[in-house]
Protein backbone atom coordinates (compact mmCIF):
# COMPACT_ATOMS: atom_id res chain seq x y z
CA UNK A 1 0.00 0.00 0.00
CA UNK A 2 2.63 2.47 0.60
CA UNK A 3 4.35 2.02 -2.99
CA UNK A 4 0.66 2.84 -4.21
CA UNK A 5 1.02 5.97 -1.93
CA UNK A 6 4.04 7.36 -2.77
CA UNK A 7 3.22 6.74 -6.87
CA UNK A 8 -0.03 8.58 -6.19
CA UNK A 9 1.55 11.10 -4.51
CA UNK A 10 4.34 11.65 -7.13
CA UNK A 11 1.54 11.40 -10.17
CA UNK A 12 -0.32 14.70 -8.24
CA UNK A 13 3.05 15.93 -7.83
CA UNK A 14 3.74 16.06 -11.54
CA UNK A 15 -0.39 16.87 -12.35
CA UNK A 16 -0.34 20.35 -10.09
CA UNK A 17 2.95 21.41 -11.77
CA UNK A 18 2.09 20.75 -16.02
CA UNK A 19 -1.65 22.28 -14.23
CA UNK A 20 0.49 25.33 -13.24
CA UNK A 21 2.44 25.48 -16.22
CA UNK A 22 -0.75 25.75 -18.34
CA UNK A 23 -2.33 28.06 -16.39
CA UNK A 24 0.67 30.47 -16.44
CA UNK A 25 0.77 30.07 -20.23
CA UNK A 26 -2.79 31.16 -20.33
CA UNK A 27 -2.36 34.26 -17.96
CA UNK A 28 0.75 35.50 -20.28
CA UNK A 29 -1.39 35.30 -23.50
CA UNK A 30 -4.56 37.13 -21.29
CA UNK A 31 -2.28 39.68 -20.27
CA UNK A 32 -0.69 40.20 -24.07
CA UNK A 33 -4.36 40.11 -25.76
CA UNK A 34 -6.16 42.30 -22.90
CA UNK A 35 -3.42 44.50 -21.65
CA UNK A 36 -3.94 43.21 -18.40
CA UNK A 37 -1.83 42.50 -15.51
CA UNK A 38 -2.09 39.90 -12.85
CA UNK A 39 0.28 41.80 -10.41
CA UNK A 40 -2.57 41.72 -7.87
CA UNK A 41 -3.14 37.99 -7.49
CA UNK A 42 -0.56 36.90 -5.12
CA UNK A 43 -1.38 33.75 -3.18
CA UNK A 44 -4.39 32.50 -5.53
CA UNK A 45 -3.85 29.83 -7.42
CA UNK A 46 -3.23 30.04 -10.89
CA UNK A 47 -6.95 28.66 -11.89
CA UNK A 48 -8.63 31.36 -9.37
CA UNK A 49 -6.76 33.75 -11.17
CA UNK A 50 -7.98 32.83 -14.63
CA UNK A 51 -11.24 32.57 -13.17
CA UNK A 52 -11.21 35.89 -11.54
CA UNK A 53 -10.73 37.58 -15.20
CA UNK A 54 -13.44 36.21 -16.39
Known amino acids: ?27 RELEIIYQIPFLGFHGRSNVMMILSFF
Open 1 to 27: MSLLNQILQENETIFVEQDRMICEKIL
